[in-house]
């Protein structure tokens, strides 16, 4: 399966402390995406890091991708209360589609 | 504009009975994806659309699962006698082009079969 793990399955953590959550997956990728969902229902596009990009930032989110190890990790710095979601990594290879990981719930506690 | 919307939101039927889910991508998105996400769960590749392309099924889990989408708008995903294991959140997205990254999601449909 191409389909990714994240790490942890939950995380708890108090408001203003950062939140690290890994991703690995198994074959060659275009690129990989970071997703979060609130609530068991749509999701929204975070952001997205190339095969050939180690790094990527967008405001308080880093994303690194380290291509040999196929993992990715997603950074949330100075957490709030209302990053509290799952977040989810893709991967995205030559057919298209992508490939979704099980998720990391995050609660962010006030 | 508008987003991804899905319809119906919740969907509660009868172990058996046939269902049919909707999505409307948006305007001008020539891909268009569905997934279903069982509680808890990741999500699972069900079928993609491209253009005027042939549609990719190799995610539809049996031949009770079915899609159309006619060009470049309104995609039917529809589910023939529904199981009890066919309960799950079924989410569109729709992406700009085919190799244009970022996928929009639609809020799902939740679908419960009794």
């Known amino acids: 399966s191409q389909q990714g793990e994240e790490d942890p399955q939950a995380l708890s953590i108090q408001e203003g402390e950062n939140a690290t959550m890994n991703c690995s997956y198994k074959?060659?990728?275009?690129?990989l995406q970071w997703y979060r969902q609130n609530s068991g229902r749509g999701l929204v596009h975070l952001i997205l890091?190339?095969?050939?990009?180690r790094e990527k930032h967008s405001g308080r989110l880093r994303v690194t991708l380290d291509t040999s190890k196929k993992s990715s990790s997603l950074l949330i710095t100075a957490s709030r209360a209302a990053d509290t979601a799952s977040y989810f990594c893709?991967?995205?290879?030559?057919?298209?589609?992508?490939?979704f990981g099980t998720g990391t719930r995050l609660t962010v506690i006030p | 504009g508008a987003g991804v919307s899905q319809s119906p939101s919740n969907k509660v039927t009868e172990k058996g009975k046939d269902v049919e889910l909707r999505c409307d991508p948006i305007?001008?998105?020539?891909?268009l994806y569905w997934y279903r996400q069982r509680l808890g769960q990741g999500l699972e590749f069900l079928i993609y659309?491209?253009?005027?392309?042939?549609?990719?099924k190799s995610g539809l889990p049996s031949d009770r699962f079915s899609a159309e989408r006619t060009g470049e708008s309104v995609s039917t995903l529809t589910i023939q006698r529904t199981q009890q294991e066919d309960s799950a959140v079924y989410l569109c997205?729709?992406?700009?082009?085919?190799?244009?990254?970022?996928?929009?999601f639609g809020p799902g449909t939740r679908l419960t079969v009794t």
């Open positions: 893709a991967t995205e290879t030559g057919a298209n589609n992508l490939f």
């Open positions: 074959t060659s990728i275009n690129n």
């Open positions: 659309f491209q253009g005027n392309s042939a549609p990719d």
């Open positions: 890091i190339r095969s050939n990009e």
């Open positions: 305007s001008g998105h020539t891909a």
């Open positions: 997205a729709s992406r700009k082009g085919q190799n244009d990254g970022e996928q929009y």
